[in-house]
């Protein structure tokens, strides 16, 4: 089994629980650990792979209870630097009554992850190397970062991955440098999974359909484009196909395309890099229908973290 390095935020969500409530009217919250790169290491893990996260958290509470739940799904947190002049970043967020989010970021840490702190990581020693950026395309250390362990991976010829992570709250004002920052990664990388939403914001295309052709023609990637309960559009070997989803009684969807990413990673980490490129069309298919099960598992439960205890291999049978 491969080892699995992924990079990225790791944070605090808020949820406030008074439905409807706006933030300033909002009393009681929700104490989550999140991040999507974090989310994607927990899956993984839970499933029995050898998941490693490069991150950066408070030295505070907040980010002792991220490492501590994280160790407690058997990711390796070395990588996990406590920064002593930062707070954990928190993303507080309720839903409104008219369906919208109400959203406030504050930033901390994970912003701070530095090029210097994760040249130190060997990526001879890591096969697969997981990119979740959500926040690593804002300005700041972990930005740069982030492209310079891209370039290693490149050099490395190790197999990325890649998850945009798109959130309009964070990039209402910065849709153009997220859409060129995603190509560098979308050129680059040999896997990377897209909702339907940013598959057509990434390509400019009205419908999934002309963005998975430009995918097709623009990327050497195997990629999946999920869709809900239409299921997932995989695109390899200059076709696409449509997996099927699992039919679930949704709780909380939150977590489910971390999940999915998970269970992918997971599933490739028993080959190597040259097995993975050999692998056909059907072996595909197996992959994003698992991938599909634990993305159905992850919502039958409140909170992603909650939901990931519940993953295991044998979801897959």
């Known amino acids: 089994m491969n080892r699995i390095l992924c990079i990225g935020e790791a944070l605090i969500d808020m949820i406030c629980t008074d439905k409807g409530s706006a933030l300033s009217d909002g009393e009681n919250f929700l104490k989550k650990p999140g991040g999507a790169p974090t989310n994607v290491a927990a899956a993984i893990a839970a499933l029995g792979g050898d998941a490693w996260l490069a991150a950066k958290v ?32 928190f993303a ?41 950026s ?4 804002l300005p700041g250390a ?9 370039q290693k991976a490149l050099l490395r010829d190790s197999f990325i991955s890649f998850d945009p992570n798109y959130r309009h ?34 390509t400019g295309r009205s419908t999934v359909a002309d963005a998975a052709e430009d995918f097709l023609q623009k990327t050497k990637a195997v990629f999946a484009i999920t869709l809900g309960k239409d299921g997932t559009m995989l695109g390899l070997n200059n076709s696409t196909v449509i ?20 269970a992918v990673l ?3 980490s028993k080959y190597t890099k040259n097995e993975i490129e050999s692998l056909q069309n059907t072996d595909w298919h197996t992959i994003v229908t698992n991938a599909n099960k634990a993305g159905a598992r992850t919502c039958e439960y409140l909170g992603a973290m909650e939901a990931f205890k519940h993953l295991n291999k044998d979801i897959f049978n």
């Open 266 to 268: 997971y599933q490739l």
């Open 92 to 132: 507080f967020v309720s839903l409104l009554k008219n369906g919208e989010r109400d959203f406030y970021f504050n930033r901390g840490a994970d912003g701070e992850l530095s090029r210097d702190e994760v040249d130190i990581i060997d990526l001879s020693e890591f096969p697969v190397t997981h990119f979740g």
């Open 243 to 262: 997996i099927p989803s699992i039919p679930v009684q949704a709780v909380d969807t939150t977590g489910a395309g971390d999940a999915f990413v998970g």
């Open 58 to 89: 408070g030295a505070d509470p907040f980010g002792k209870h991220l490492i501590d739940v994280m160790q407690d799904f058997g990711v390796s947190t070395k990588f996990v630097v406590e920064d002593q002049k930062h707070f954990t970043t």
């Open 169 to 202: 709250l964070l990039y209402k004002d910065r849709k153009q440098s997220f859409t060129d920052q995603s190509w560098n990664f979308l050129s680059a990388c040999h896997f990377f999974k897209v909702s339907d939403e940013e598959a057509m914001l990434l």
């Open 142 to 150: 972990l930005q740069i970062a982030y492209q310079s362990l891209l």
């Open 134 to 137: 959500a926040t690593a395309f």
